[in-house]
């Protein structure tokens, strides 16, 4: 069973900065896809990046290219979102979930964190 933890949310002013983090544990790290989503309140879910076991291949959402950039670190099992020049509609549940390819569709990730809650002011 695999388990994911994120961390790092919380209140921010807009044009702010914030750091998530997930933590994975309970099966090989290194080999998974690794991609971060979002659920605004009344919103449906939706992809915000993704990246490769290697880190050498990374995929953005439109909505959040240029401002996040996501990365891992392999020995730490640890993948981060790294999100600048945060907007009021990026508030949001962000959650982190293991996949099988680098792509933005919800049913290519099989394993899902519970979430963590970010909220940009203006």
């Known amino acids: 069973q695999v388990q994911l933890v994120e961390s790092g949310g919380g209140l921010v002013q807009a044009g702010g900065s914030l750091r998530l983090s997930c933590a994975a544990s309970g099966r090989p790290f290194s080999w998974s896809v690794m991609g971060w989503f979002r659920q605004a309140p009344g919103k449906e879910r939706e992809f915000v990046a993704a990246?490769?076991?290697?880190?050498?291949?990374?995929r953005y959402a439109n909505s959040v290219l240029g401002r996040f950039t996501i990365s891992r670190d392999n020995a730490k099992n640890t993948v981060y979102l790294q999100m600048n020049s945060l907007k009021p509609e990026d508030t949001a549940d962000y959650f982190c979930?293991?996949?099988?390819?680098?792509?933005?569709?919800?049913?290519?990730?099989?394993?899902w964190g519970q979430g963590t809650q970010v909220t940009v002011s203006s």
């Open positions: 990246v490769s076991w290697s880190g050498g291949g990374v």
């Open positions: 979930a293991v996949g099988r390819v680098v792509a933005d569709r919800e049913d290519l990730y099989d394993y």
